[in-house]
């Protein structure tokens, strides 16, 4: 049955850079890659070599640990290179595109006529079940569990964060083709997570999911509010999470037979000259987007939002999950007595400056921490910008202590990285909380296996 659910706690970031609802012209990107560090805890096996030929949807590299997890070219053309790092870790699998968009070919038909075996193995061999994610660890679902749930995340509370029901326009019947795949992969039910001022009718009216209405500050897009309010995660339950163009992605490979990678991203920020939304081909390099749009300053790149998303340069490649760039000023500068000024300009939280008697006010926030990192000490703040029903800093101390008991007693099951974000924006000991609860999830995996 419908629901709706009303957020109070969170914060909402007001930064300036907005994109524009508006497709705007790339540049053709010259190479593309697949990055296996965009998949956490995954050890690639490498499936080519430099020179090979590829068409779109040819297996690059599989999961050594789930070799039916396979991880798919997004474009056609001839792998240019495979770069890597220390201890020969492969970081990326670059393509060189030949432009003639050349697929591998899959049996095409309505997913609801297919067995669950039948689509998941059609969904493994495409390449697209990396899109699939699970709860708890917050890692690429294992094919051999069937979850309880499935969570469609259909809008994004993060700052200058994408508007789904512009993205998806033109791609209605693909979504209702991919949710009726997804709906095959569960017991349960599939849940499409929308916000209360939703008006695409792909999102309200679609139909083999229960649609869920939120609304409040930021972090009411996230996952784990969803999972919490609508259908809860206890000890030894597993939940997936499919993000909006993944699921359309998905009803495409049923409808067309091939994998189509191609996806919209907004670029945004305050340092974009026009903010816009951009129609790409997964993999892509940063620069397709963002050349000659990006004033002339030191600015940061970031593949994904300012709170959770990856540093990158212009010269790095989207991010597979990603579908959002940001850019703002890099923060490398000192300030003399910068406390002790009125603060019009700056963002405080703790309403430490002049700027909270305008709320309306749009900043263009750099990365500059203003100071070193400090002691954790208990502050009672991050109750406030925190929704779930979870002890922020206990559940942090927990991690640090190593206490696998009693991070289990805390919650650590039902949470991500992304969860902390805001938690970590309000620190005042600086402390990288998304780290560290990265760091918990990864324990408790090793723990539990």
Same mark, same amino acid.
């Given at each position: 049955?419908?629901?709706?659910?009303?957020?109070?706690?969170?914060?909402?970031?007001?930064?300036?850079?907005?994109?524009?609802?508006?497709?705007?012209?790339?540049?053709?990107?010259?190479?593309?890659?697949?990055?296996?560090?965009?998949?956490?805890? %995954? !050890?690639?096996?490498?499936?080519?070599?430099?020179?090979?030929?590829?068409?779109?949807?040819?297996?690059?590299?599989? +999961?050594?640990?789930?070799?039916?997890?396979?991880?798919?070219?997004?474009?056609?053309?001839?792998?240019?290179?495979?770069?890597?790092?220390?201890?020969?870790?492969?970081?990326?699998?670059?393509?060189?595109?030949?432009?003639?968009?050349?697929?591998?070919?899959?049996?095409?038909?309505?997913?609801?006529?297919?067995?669950?075996?039948?689509?998941?193995?059609? !969904?493994?061999?495409?390449? %697209? /079940?990396? =899109?699939?994610?699970?709860?708890?660890?917050? !890692?690429?679902? +294992?094919?051999?569990?069937?979850?309880?749930?499935?969570?469609?995340?259909?809008?994004?509370?993060?700052?200058? =964060?994408?508007?789904?029901?512009?993205?998806?326009?033109?791609?209605?019947? +693909?979504?209702?083709?991919?949710?009726? =795949?997804?709906?095959?992969?569960? =017991?349960?039910?599939?849940?499409?997570?929308?916000?209360?001022?939703?008006?695409?009718?792909?999102?309200?009216?679609?139909?083999?999911?229960?649609?869920?209405?939120?609304?409040?500050?930021?972090?009411?897009?996230?996952?784990?509010?969803?999972? *919490?309010?609508?259908?809860? %995660?206890?000890?030894?339950?597993?939940? /997936?999470?499919?993000?909006?163009?993944?699921?359309?992605?998905?009803?495409?490979?049923?409808?067309?037979?091939?994998?189509?990678?191609?996806?919209?991203?907004?670029?945004?920020?305050?340092?974009?000259?026009?903010?816009?939304?951009?129609?790409? !081909?997964?993999?892509?390099?940063?620069?397709?987007?963002?050349?000659?749009?990006?004033?002339?300053?030191?600015?940061?790149?970031?593949?994904?939002?300012?709170?959770?998303?990856?540093?990158?340069?212009?010269?790095?490649?989207?991010?597979?999950? +990603?579908?959002?760039?940001?850019?703002?000023?890099?923060?490398?500068?000192?300030?003399?007595?910068?406390?002790?000024?009125? $603060?019009?300009?700056?963002?405080?939280?703790?309403?430490?400056? /002049?700027?909270?008697?305008?709320?309306?006010?749009?900043?263009?926030?750099?990365?500059?921490?203003? $100071?070193?990192?400090?002691?954790?000490?208990?502050?009672?703040?991050?109750?406030?910008?925190?929704?779930?029903?979870?002890?922020?800093?206990?559940?942090?101390?927990?991690?640090?202590?190593?206490?696998?008991?009693?991070?289990?007693?805390? $919650?650590?099951?039902?949470?991500?990285?992304?969860?902390?974000?805001?938690?970590?924006?309000?620190?005042?000991?600086?402390?990288?909380? *998304?780290?560290?609860?990265?760091?918990?999830?990864?324990?408790?995996?090793?723990?539990?296996?």
């Amino acid at each position: 049955m419908p629901q709706h659910f009303k957020i109070k706690k969170g914060l909402n970031i007001n930064l300036a850079g907005k994109a524009e609802k508006v497709i705007g012209t790339t540049n053709t990107s010259g190479l593309y890659a697949l990055k296996p560090g965009d998949f956490h805890g %995954l !050890i690639p096996k490498l499936e080519v070599k430099e020179g090979d030929s590829v068409k779109a949807g040819s297996v690059l590299f599989t +999961d050594k640990s789930q070799p039916e997890i396979c991880f798919t070219s997004p474009v056609s053309g001839t792998i240019a290179a495979v770069n890597r790092g220390e201890r020969r870790v492969i970081l990326e699998v670059i393509i060189r595109p030949d432009n003639r968009n050349e697929y591998e070919t899959f049996k095409t038909g309505s997913p609801l006529s297919l067995s669950r075996e039948e689509v998941k193995n059609l !969904i493994l061999r495409s390449g %697209l /079940w990396p =899109a699939i994610k699970q709860r708890p660890y917050n !890692i690429i679902a +294992d094919p051999a569990v069937t979850p309880k749930s499935i969570f469609v995340p259909v809008f994004d509370s993060a700052p200058l =964060a994408p508007d789904y029901d512009f993205i998806i326009q033109g791609s209605e019947s +693909d979504f209702q083709t991919g949710i009726d =795949a997804l709906s095959r992969l569960t =017991a349960g039910r599939v849940h499409v997570n929308i916000h209360a001022f939703t008006v695409s009718p792909a999102f309200k009216q679609v139909r083999n999911a229960q649609v869920n209405t939120f609304e409040g500050p930021h972090p009411a897009g996230n996952s784990s509010i969803h999972i *919490q309010f609508v259908d809860p %995660l206890s000890k030894g339950e597993q939940v /997936w999470i499919v993000y909006p163009q993944d699921v359309v992605a998905l009803g495409r490979l049923f409808t067309k037979g091939f994998y189509d990678a191609s996806k919209i991203v907004a670029l945004c920020g305050s340092e974009v000259e026009n903010p816009r939304y951009y129609r790409i !081909i997964s993999g892509a390099s940063v620069k397709s987007i963002t050349n000659g749009n990006v004033k002339e300053s030191v600015h940061r790149y970031i593949s994904g939002n300012p709170l959770t998303g990856t540093q990158v340069t212009s010269e790095s490649y989207i991010g597979y999950y +990603d579908s959002q760039i940001s850019v703002i000023p890099e923060g490398n500068y000192s300030e003399f007595l910068g406390w002790a000024l009125p $603060g019009f300009e700056k963002y405080s939280f703790y309403r430490l400056f /002049w700027s909270w008697i305008n709320p309306r006010k749009k900043y263009e926030l750099d990365t500059n921490i203003h $100071g070193g990192h400090r002691a954790f000490v208990l502050t009672g703040m991050y109750e406030k910008v925190f929704p779930l029903p979870i002890y922020p800093m206990q559940l942090l101390k927990s991690i640090i202590a190593e206490d696998v008991e009693q991070m289990e007693r805390l $919650g650590i099951y039902e949470i991500a990285e992304e969860d902390f974000a805001l938690c970590e924006f309000i620190d005042a000991s600086k402390t990288e909380m *998304q780290a560290l609860v990265r760091k918990g999830l990864d324990l408790m995996k090793k723990e539990m296996s």
